[in-house]
């Protein structure tokens, strides 16, 4: 009896821990659910189309209600990179398909149209299972194959994965089946109810994708409809790249001010263009409603609003899992200013003290705009290439640093001119202690890295304030080695040598122009 009780216990256990992870919208093995069986929450396309019902997502064309062209449903939390994708779907009529790492050109194709890598859904016996890239280079591996993709943009076949009508035999018609698909580097496997279809390399550089957007496919033609449910997402460790993973706060200040948004659009792109040793993704307007967002990232940076509305402060824990996983953690700006500990508990300074060695501390440290003068930097892989230079920002400074600034180097240091403290004291300026360093002409930090006991590696970053300060050289290389250091990338020696962003450049993606 006593042993049938404590199987009894530990099966209600397993039961509840199963439960919450249901409620998690996870699955024990890394997944996460993206659709919520309710809505279309998270989810963008033509609502004459699409709906939900009976727990699945519908997509549906009719004689009356046609599709002049491919339209497409498109998940909108994230993009997608290295990834395993699993879901159920049944389709009656037409065919359809699973867009992974595309992209859209809204003022060429119109709303709601997608290029890029499909999983091929069809309710024929011609296109299941099969990889085809939608508006570029057609078939690149047919049922059955494994293919290899050339700088020619055609596929070459060097094996099979089995019988292309065995394959096909054994997809239910106008039933329910299972999807796979993964996507590591750039290499692909679609499987249909575990048998797999197609196996794909594709070293088109010209062409190939590393990272984009998802979505479902309804096919212009005969009516047709398709059913999607379960739809589950698990990111991959990037093998051959770190991820750094940027989040943009929402807008705030004037234009040019606190753009967050385009700051962190900017620095991705010069990433990406500048350092293929890392892989830059942007999450825009606030924390991520993507639930699979940090799962494979080395690196967080939060450019964004800080004190009590700091976007952080309801995922502080999420943010400490992260850190003791080894990520790396960046504060941009008001990013480095958790909440004042007369208001909020818990207010973020333990953990930002942690995660980036310092941050801005109400009726200690100040924000004046300033021109500071940085004559000197130190021999520390975050200052590699990057010259002397000058640049007016609302630099705070007098930051509240660890004890004996253990395990933090300054990086940035100027010393602050009188006029910095012309404002009276108050929360965010002036105050005995600050006055008088100013007095003494004391160097400032501005900038700093730190490394944590534990492992992992932390920045600080004051400026940031305007905008067009990224279009400063050295201003803008000094942020850019410092996301590849917190990430565990190797720095170059000179630097990240990104392309000057053009005047148009820094006026993209405004949040008011």
Known sequence: MKNKCYSLSFGLLALAFFCVAAVRGEDGGGFKAIFDGKSLEGWDGNPGLWRVENGSIVGQTT??????????????????DDFELTLEYKITGGNSGI?????????????????????????????????????????????????????????????????????QARIKKDDWNSYRVVARGFHFTHEINGNVTVEVSDEDQGMRRRGGLLALQLHAGPPMQLEVKNVQLKRLKLEDKKKIVLVAGRPSHGPGEHE???????????????????????????????????????????????????????HLAEVEALSRKGAGVACLHYGVEPADDQFEKPNGRKEFLDWIG?????????????????????DHPVARGVKPFKVNDEWYFFMRFRPEMKGVTPILSAVAPPETMSRPDGTHSGNPHVRESVKR?????????????????????????????????????????????????????????????????LKANLDKK
């Open 63 to 80: 004689p009356e209600n046609p599709t002049k062209g491919n339209t497409f449903l498109v998940w909108r939390a994230g993009e997608v």
């Open 99 to 167: 867009q992974y790492r595309s992209y859209e050109k809204p003022e060429e194709w119109g709303k709601w149209v997608i290029g890029g890598y499909q999983a091929d859904i069809d309710s024929g016996d011609r296109f299941s299972g099969i990889l085809y890239s939608e508006r570029e280079r057609n078939v690149l591996g047919d049922r059955g194959q494994k293919t290899v993709v050339g700088s020619d943009h055609k596929p070459r076949v060097t094996g099979s994965t089995g019988d292309s009508k065995e394959l």
């Open 260 to 314: 967050h948004n385009a700051g962190c659009l900017l620095l991705a792109k010069c990433l990406n263009e500048s350092a293929p040793a890392v892989l830059a993704a942007v999450y825009q307007n606030g924390w991520p409603k993507d639930p699979t967002a940090f799962d494979n990232a080395d690196g967080v940076v939060m450019y964004c609003d800080g004190g009590r509305g700091h976007m952080a402060l309801p």
């Open 358 to 378: 310092g941050y801005f501390e109400t009726r200690w440290s100040v924000n004046p705009h300033w021109t500071a003068e940085f004559k000197a930097l130190p």
């Open 441 to 505: 002409g004391d160097p400032q930090v501005v900038a700093w890295t730190a490394e944590r006991a534990g492992g992992g590696r932390g920045f600080g970053f004051t400026g940031g304030h305007f905008h067009r300060n990224w279009g400063d050289e050295d201003f803008r290389k000094l942020v850019l080695n410092a996301l590849l250091w917190i990430s565990g990338a190797e720095v170059p020696a000179n630097g990240v040598e990104s392309k000057p962003p053009s005047p148009e450049e």
